[in-house]
């Protein structure tokens, strides 16, 4: 916990020095902006080609080709899910959540894209429709489909509940998913999840401590988020055992309802789309 008062007494010029304006770190002007009218306009005559439906404090992998959509949906009730992505043909190229933060902003909506890890650097899936886009920022700094959290995951927990065992928190469920999708031991799936996309989930930062918070999702039955998968993807989805995150996680007691991913091949590709190439740095660094 942050001390709420400091240990040293501010300088003389203190003022000044809080009072510098900001700098965006990455400018993203010079990023290609993805043309969303035309993958929504792709959408029409597409056909649904698969369906997974991720049980309550579960997780399930799925496939999902390049120039193809896929849509998160809540079914039954407010539910948030923790979202990992793999290139399909090389599971070391995976969903980089720390870039894709540092491009986009601390929470996702239509137009921002999920990025690769290094070397490799390149977008893995836009997000094409957001129903939840209405929310914005609340007053609290709270907003939705945030890239800041990590997953709930059995290691804090034994650590904040002093030696406690729970299997089926997010990083467990993947880890599970993952094993039985790609036939892995256990402990070599693990190693391959990652930092999530907290799909639905709603978070921010409180002012005065900057510690990451939770509230109630808004996300209700009908409300999805839907993607352009860039290249081949395996993807897996947990339905957090926290439910809409309204009061914990890594919860036997939290309401929780499963999430249904859906699939869907276009009648023809978005036009002049093409599955976007590896990074091109060079990879000398300097040498």
């Not at 509940?161 to 467990?172: D, L, V």
Request: proline share 8%; charged share 20%.
């Amino acid at each position: 916990m942050k001390p709420q008062s400091p240990d040293h007494l501010p300088p003389a010029d203190a003022a000044s020095r809080k009072a510098i304006s900001p700098v965006i770190c990455y400018p993203v002007e010079t990023l290609p902006k993805p043309d969303l009218a035309g993958y929504r306009a792709a959408r029409e005559g597409w056909q649904k080609v698969a369906e997974v439906l991720v049980p309550a404090r579960d997780a399930r992998c799925f496939d999902v080709p390049a120039g193809h959509f896929f849509r998160i949906t809540s079914v039954e009730g407010p539910q948030v899910g923790d979202l990992n992505l793999w290139n399909a043909a090389n599971l070391a190229e995976r969903f980089y959540s720390g870039k894709t933060r540092a491009l986009h902003g601390t929470h996702l909506s239509s137009g921002d894209r999920m990025w690769t890890s290094h070397p490799y650097l390149r977008p893995m899936a836009t997000i094409t429709d957001d129903t939840l886009d209405w929310y914005g920022f609340d007053a609290f700094g709270g907003a939705v489909h945030d890239v800041i959290g990590t997953r709930c995951d059995p290691y804090t927990h034994n650590l904040l509940s002093h030696g406690g065992q729970y299997h089926h928190c997010c990083h467990s469920n993947l880890t599970r998913a993952l094993a039985d999708a790609r036939g892995l031991p256990l402990d070599q799936a693990e190693g391959h999840v990652h930092d999530v996309l907290n799909v639905f989930m709603c978070t921010g930062f409180t002012r005065d401590t900057g510690q990451y918070f939770m509230k109630a999702s808004p996300v209700r039955p009908g409300d999805y988020l839907e993607f352009f998968a860039e290249i081949d993807l395996l993807g897996a989805l947990s339905a957090c055992p926290g439910g809409d995150c309204s009061s914990e996680h890594s919860s036997d007691t939290a309401a929780c309802h499963p999430l249904l991913v859906e699939v869907f091949r276009p009648a023809v590709p978005p036009t002049g789309w093409v599955s976007p190439p590896v990074n091109g740095y060079d990879g000398s660094h300097g040498r």
